[in-house]
């Protein structure tokens, strides 16, 4: 299997992921519009929107950067995420992944942008936004 080479955009804002008690409801400061994910489990809400939403009280970390995968992408195709994600890895770059019906989502701390877009870049991938 080949890998495909993929074209991302880099989101201009800065995100925080956000974690509240399970039986939480969306809170006050939730932002109505601009990229933001909200998912339940059974052991807690996580919250990823533009940093600036988040009051300093609420348990998070900031400075995410945000790479959008440029879809839609089939259900049947395999390898996509994958595709991002193993050049990270081999660069000891972390990430927070969300996936939407249409598309994936890669955010990396700040501090370690620089190492992701050469990664992603020397696998072939296109990056447009930064």
Partial sequence: MTTPSLALALLPERYAVAQLATTSPLPAWWPATGMRHAG???DELSLVCEETHVPDD???QRGWR?????GPFDFALT???KAVLDPLAAAGVGIFAI???DTDYVLVQEPQL???????RGHGHRVAGD
């Fill in 66 to 70: 945000m790479f959008k995968l440029q």
């Fill in 40 to 42: 339940w489990t059974d």
């Fill in 79 to 81: 390898g996509i995420l």
């Fill in 114 to 120: 620089v190492p992701a877009l050469r990664a992603l």
């Fill in 58 to 60: 609420v348990r998070c």
């Fill in 99 to 101: 996936s939407t019906f």
